[in-house]
């Protein structure tokens, strides 16, 4: 497998555990802990509504949502060739704590561990070949799906691997591991996290096959 490949096998198998994290927030926790813009609104209504307590647990959900992505930036411009591994390992981390995290535990602060985790997958995890893709939500990988699938049938379409093809794969990765989490809940309920650590496996190993290879190449 060339380097190009394996960076993108690396985040198509990053947007599958995206969908397991995102399936489980929703299925579970009833919020979606990949993703800020939400939370940000929701602590505008807080705030003007006087719900304190509230706002201030959503306040603490985006500390760690920054802190992801300041403490991202730092990884790429000191760890370049460790992000895969680094990002993966934080994931493996949060879904530890996820597993032991009990059921009465108010559902937003449950979340925290994802809300961490997402942002250092979001800024860490490159996307395929040579494209900018989150592995974490579909918007804009949806909408550069459709962008590319007009451009290919308009015969536009001049990369060796295609806008479509890239995208739509993401998106099919994303949504796979929704499904597979979400069986996973459903037959083991809050448990069912602990599913998530068969494709952070995987996604570690090709996270260190990519680093022996940019050593080799060294």
Known sequence: MNKERLAAAIHYNAAFIGGCLGIYAITM???FGSAETMNLLSL???LL????HDFIVRLGALILYSAGIVSSELIIERKEKMRSI???SVDAIA?????????????MIALYPIFLASAMQWCLIKGPYGYVSASIFSTNNLKQFLIGAVRKAEGKETNKVSRMHAYGVTLLSFHAGACYEYFAVRM???RGIAFV???LFTAFCLSLLE??????NC
């Open 49 to 52: 509504g006087r719900n304190m």
């Open 95 to 107: 879904v530890i704590v996820l597993f032991f995290i009990p059921a009465d535990v108010e559902n």
């Open 44 to 46: 505008v209504a807080d």
């Open 188 to 190: 083991l309920d809050l």
């Open 211 to 216: 680093l022996k290879k940019i050593k080799e």
């Open 29 to 31: 926790r009833f919020s």
């Open 86 to 88: 680094i990002s993966f």
């Open 197 to 199: 650590l068969i494709p």
